[in-house]
């Protein structure tokens, strides 16, 4: 079946640091893939997509490749702030006959530091 | 504001004790799902409903049932709480099909069976 793999948090870092987050996936077909964000205490945010190979995803400074090769789309950010501590989420999400569900990695927990 | 509402935000039941996750969307989406968040696992699907009338279990579909009768609500049961489901419940919707549009999340009940 379907898994997302991400590296474990947390990550830990000073403010305007360089930022990467690996996520790997498996998958039977060719999946749309999803960074999800959630900030203390509230739920989960899209933060970025891309539905096919080569396509980049971007948002608020944070960005991520779709990357078929290496079947990866690793999150980063030139320079992170202390409001991007969050848990973010890689995901993946497959059609099957039709219909789609979200297959989500365990989470990496951002920890940004003034 | 249009989005996906989850009520209640928080619950405590006892073991044994029944009671119904409550979830709304106005944005006449055809997908919803319910995910479970516990701390090192990511978040995990528990059932999902292409459409009205149209429901399937997900990963963890033991201990829950759902049924769908309008586009808008998608409830969840717990028949009888059991302390194993003590978790944070997410809610989420979607025009559905693989389109890559993603998910839109509730915010989120907190139950804590004792």
């Not at chain 1, 305007?16 to 987050?21: D, H, N, Q």
């Not at chain 1, 490749?65 to 079947?71: H, I, L, N, P, V």
Request: some cysteine; charged content about 15%.
């Amino acid at each position: 079946g379907d898994s997302v793999t991400q590296m474990e948090g947390p990550v830990t870092l000073s403010e305007e640091a360089f930022l990467t987050i690996n996520c790997t996936y498996t998958a039977t077909g060719y999946p749309s893939l999803f960074w999800y964000v959630q900030y203390p205490g509230e739920g989960l945010q899209l933060l970025l997509k891309a539905t096919k190979a080569d396509d980049k995803g971007s948002n608020k400074g944070f960005e991520a490749t779709y990357r078929k090769e290496t079947t990866s789309f690793h999150l980063e950010k030139g320079s992170v702030q202390v409001s991007d501590s969050a848990v973010y989420f890689c995901a993946l999400s497959e059609a099957y006959s039709g219909y789609s569900t979200l297959t989500f990695g365990k989470g990496t927990m951002l920890l940004v530091s003034p | 504001n249009a989005g996906v509402t989850q009520t209640p935000k928080f619950q405590v039941l006892k073991t044994g004790q029944s009671m119904t996750l409550q979830c709304a969307q106005d944005m006449n989406h055809e997908y919803m799902s319910w995910y479970r968040q516990d701390p090192g696992m990511g978040l995990r699907l528990i059932h999902y409903s292409v459409g009205a009338g149209i429901t399937d279990q997900g990963e963890v579909p033991n201990g829950y049932n759902v049924s769908r009768s309008t586009t808008e609500d998608f409830p969840l049961r717990l028949l009888s709480a059991a302390p194993s489901q003590t978790s944070v419940y997410f809610c989420a919707s979607s025009y559905g099909g693989d389109r890559g549009e993603g998910y839109t999340f509730g915010s989120g009940t907190r139950l804590t069976v004792v």
